[in-house]
């Protein structure tokens, strides 16, 4: 039998180390809401999402590079697909969706593992009905100032119609597209702040108020005017975290993973104490008719925009100091319970 004084202290070691570890467990819990597997063995590379504007409870993804040009709506109450939106030409590596509050979709054919490549493209199109259709689309060309990038995220600003690419590497960066861009020739993006490493996706929060950036394993979100870091938060656990998207309650975001019958989950948000915004909405003009040819002309943007500057500023890490501190104590207090086992065996010897 254990001596009390062995007992005694493997409780009180077990007790201390529960503590931080539940609070950092916790700090990683998913929220209640959306919480499914697509159900669709078509889908293997969940790379992109990207929750519909004109149907309720509905997301967009796509696949990774390997497919054809396609996008499927997912049902996020069932996880069914309800729709397949093909539309005809070549795609490289489709990384990621966004959907502007006009209804307009942008599919980023935007990854690069090489970085090798000095044009790459955004396909857009208005968001396809549901059931299985096949439409026409039109494209932009981009290129980075400082050559070619890795990238997996689009985000569009809801305030200015602004769209930013977040680049994958280490250090990440925010580029932005022109404020009008041009359907003929190469658009030059600018480089406009920093980004976490290894971003996968990136959404802009409701209002604009921040742009959510995800990593495998984290959730960053970024003032939209310093390009900032706010709050800083741990994901659930995923086996390769990729996909970010608006929840369709308007509550939190939905992230995803890679992989057949992927799981798409619901997550609550740190929203800073405070916003640093102060641009008041722009007006945006609403793109009227059918889907542009390779032959129309581009969609009309704003009238104005969100500033964009250099943004190269000290970053403000919010909570993760305490993430690390917790894994800190996590660490050292295992590491005494199993010291003060070893003497409790010692003793009984």
Partial sequence: MPSRFALAAALLTMAVVGMPCAALAASGAASKGVDVRIDDSRITESSGLALSVRHPHTVWTGND???????????????????????????????????????????????????ARPVVRVFWFDEPELGSTSGAWASWELSYPDGPHN??????????????????????????????????????LTKVGPAPDIATDAVFLQGGSGLAVRTYTSLVVLDPDTWRETSYQVLPLQPQGETLALAPDGNGLLVGTEGTHSRIQQVAINV????????????TATPG???????????????????VGDGEGSRLVANRGELFAGLGACAGLVLLAYLIARLARRGRR
Avoid: C, W
Wanted: glycine fraction near 10%.
């Fill in 65 to 115: 590079s390997g497919d054809t040009a396609r996008v499927f709506a997912i049902d996020t109450e069932t996880g069914k697909t309800v729709g397949v939106h093909t539309f005809d030409t070549e795609v490289r590596d489709v990384e990621a969706l966004a959907i502007t509050p006009q209804g307009r979709m942008l599919v980023a054919d935007i990854g690069d593992n090489d970085s």
């Fill in 289 to 307: 008719g059918a889907p542009a040819t390779s032959g129309q002309s581009q969609p009309q943007t704003q009238s104005q925009t969100r500033a």
């Fill in 151 to 188: 990238a997996e995220s689009i985000a569009v600003d809801p305030t200015s119609g602004r769209v930013f690419v977040v680049t994958k590497g280490r250090p990440g960066a925010v580029y932005a597209l022109p404020a009008t861009p041009s359907r003929k020739g190469v658009n030059r």
């Fill in 272 to 283: 800073p104490a405070s916003s640093t915004t102060t641009t008041a909405p722009s007006p």
